[in-house]
């Protein structure tokens, strides 16, 4: 049985904050090979403002119960300052320029998507959040080389939720969403439809990828190789790709279905008006409670739905606030607060209907049905002191188990932790109840230094004795770095501890 990820646990073995802090950034440097200072980053104020880009519905055919899309995986510019239109900045994206449309589906259909790789490099395609066979997962063990086609299928085995796709290849995740590769994936399901939740896509039910960019002086997407501790950040911020967008508001109810895709950057987002919203649903899927907030935080590849109400002629702003990350150290992150998008709500306002959130169906294990808890230790670049690789098989589930996982930090900086193929729940954070913005079904979830969070799972439907699921920090030049580890999960928990890694995989391991 493969122990080196996942180990039984017993005991704490972990520092406090105070130390942790104590040991500096040095290490980390050296473990994330950030030599030498950051480049310069020039600033492209936007010139006024342009209406957001809603990404569009991606087409697909539907047979019998198969939803068919394609999507192509290329190279592009793209205008990413509203105003200005002399910055023009290379970009990758899915049928498009930059990032990728909005595929949609029904729970319960068969989902079959054809992805090309029209890029000059290898890359895969991740179905983030997405319960689905660890073969089409679109993980590094799965990558479509240069001009080459890779299918996807699977049905759709889980409730409404705002997921996202990727690209996954080790060691290169990094670079190829800072430039553009992303999109949104929504799952719909008969309760979801009946809820009275704004739905009418791009008018009162709106996407928003928010991310950030380093731009150099020629307004090129830049990689950043200096000396900080959260991989690049960047000071143009952009909402659906571009900087510098307004929304005409409509109604008087507005859903927001956010993404922090950011390759680094934690967002604590909030209105500039101090408007309270209501947070309805997490990673997995909407709440069985609505939640009132006025600012929530997400790390990066964590979703939220909220709902913003607007009264006639309202103007406010979506901004990130500099982010309290508690023991945390960022060493040259320029996490400075700026703007996202501005609502400007019409003189008169459709008015909003009522809505109630669909009855929780999924059962929320407890930690009593356990068949096993595993502990996870996060400190650059490891997971549970060894770096990922790819031939190594590092825990073995049993197929229908649940587990708790145990997640703790032993580092400086601010980690979070991403499981593939499950949706799982917070059990506590530090021993206490987690806050009720982590209390729904997540994928993706913060981590702190010297925090420990314990996570709740079942492993459902699919097993498989050669092809792995990821487990890893999102921060994506962490993933690169090698803080990832992979699980398989076959039928009677027994697999093997080494596997054959892709012959066509660039990157390391």
């Not at 930059?98 to 259909?109: F, H």
């Not at 995740?173 to 008969?190: H, K, P, R, S, W």
């Not at 109400?309 to 607060?337: I, M």
Request: aromatic share 6%.
């Amino acid at each position: 049985m493969p122990a080196s990820l996942a180990n039984e646990t017993s005991g704490r073995g972990l520092s406090r904050r105070g130390l942790l802090l104590g040991s500096g950034l040095a290490a980390v440097g050296a473990a994330l090979g950030l030599a030498g200072c950051t480049p310069r980053q020039a600033a492209f104020p936007a010139l006024g403002t342009a209406p957001l880009p809603v990404p569009p519905l991606a087409p697909s055919r539907l047979s019998g119960n198969r939803r068919s899309f394609l999507l192509t995986a290329g190279t592009g510019e793209s205008r990413l300052i509203a105003g200005r239109p002399e910055v023009v900045t290379p970009t990758m994206g899915y049928n498009g320029a930059s990032l990728g449309p909005t595929l949609r589906a029904r729970q319960g259909e068969l989902v079959r998507v054809e992805v090309r790789n029209d890029l000059a490099e290898t890359t895969t395609l991740h179905w983030h959040g997405m319960h689905l066979p660890a073969a089409m997962d679109g993980g590094p063990h799965t990558p479509i080389a240069a001009g080459r086609t890779r299918t996807a299928e699977w049905q759709l085995r889980q409730p409404a939720a705002t997921l996202w796709y990727h690209p996954h290849p080790h060691g290169q995740t990094e670079a190829q969403v800072l430039n553009g590769l992303a999109g949104l994936f929504i799952v719909d399901d008969d309760a979801s439809l009946r809820s009275g939740l704004p739905s009418e896509y791009g008018v009162d039910d709106l996407p928003l990828i928010l991310q950030d960019r380093f731009l150099d002086a020629t307004g090129r997407i830049v990689r950043v190789e200096g000396d900080n501790a959260l991989g690049t950040i960047g000071g143009t911020l952009l909402a659906n790709g571009v900087s510098g967008t307004h929304v005409e508001v409509t109604a008087a109810l507005l859903r927001l279905r956010l993404l922090n895709g950011c390759s680094g950057r934690f967002l604590d987002l909030r209105f500039a008006d101090g408007r309270p919203f209501t947070l309805v649903g997490t990673d997995g899927g909407l709440l069985g409670d609505p939640v009132e907030l006025d600012r929530l935080l997400l790390s990066p590849g964590e979703r939220a739905e909220i709902l913003v109400r607007f009264r006639p002629g309202d103007r406010t702003v979506l901004r990130t606030e500099r982010p309290q990350l508690p023991g945390t150290a960022v060493g040259g992150a320029d996490l400075t607060p700026g703007d996202f998008v501005e609502f400007r709500a019409a003189g008169s306002l459709r008015p909003s209907a009522p809505w109630r959130l669909p009855t929780e169906r999924r059962t929320v294990p407890s930690a009593a049905q356990a068949a096993r808890t595993r502990s996870f230790e996060l400190r650059m670049p490891f997971i549970n002191g060894r770096p990922m690789d790819l031939n190594r098989i590092d825990a073995v589930v049993r197929l229908g188990d649940t587990e708790v996982w145990e997640v703790t930090s032993s580092d400086v900086m601010a980690h979070n932790f991403h499981v593939h193929d499950v949706q799982f729940r917070v059990l506590d954070i530090d021993g206490a109840a987690p806050p009720a913005e982590l209390a729904g079904w997540k994928d993706t979830v913060p981590v702190l230094p010297g925090q420990r969070l314990r996570l709740i799972m079942r492993f459902e439907d699919y097993a498989d004795d050669r092809v792995p699921y990821m487990v890893h920090c999102h921060l994506l030049r962490h993933e690169d770095a090698g803080m990832m580890g992979q699980f398989l999960v076959t039928a009677d928990g027994t697999g093997p501890e080494r596997i054959d890694s892709p012959h066509d995989h660039d990157g390391h391991g």
